[in-house]
């Protein structure tokens, strides 16, 4: 997804999901697996996690293409006019 100066969706700091992934082969369902998939983003670096452990982006971009997920949690970053309009440094 892009983002500009238009949207008003702000890309998050981190999401989690859980991956269900469905196996087949020539039509048939070959197997099942599940996984939760983290992927972060800080001071424009990405980073991931596939069941808690280290993983490369590539790793678990290629989980979550294809599978079956379910948002667990997001954190977005507070919004630096929203931090103003509280008196709070952002």
């Given amino acids: ?3 500009d100066a238009q949207s008003t ?3 998050a ?3 989690t999901w859980h991956a269900e992934v469905t196996y087949r082969e020539c039509g048939v369902v070959t197997g099942h697996s599940t996984h939760t998939v983290t992927i972060s983003r800080r001071t424009g670096v990405f980073t991931a996690e596939i069941d808690g452990q280290p993983a490369t982006v590539h790793d678990a971009a ?3 293409t294809g599978s079956k997920l379910t948002v667990l949690s997001e954190v977005i970053p507070f919004p630096a006019s929203m931090a103003r309009a509280l008196g ?3």
């Fill in 1 to 3: 997804m892009q983002y």
């Fill in 9 to 11: 969706k702000v890309p």
């Fill in 13 to 15: 700091l981190s999401r």
């Fill in 62 to 64: 290629r989980i979550l």
């Fill in 88 to 90: 709070r440094s952002a």
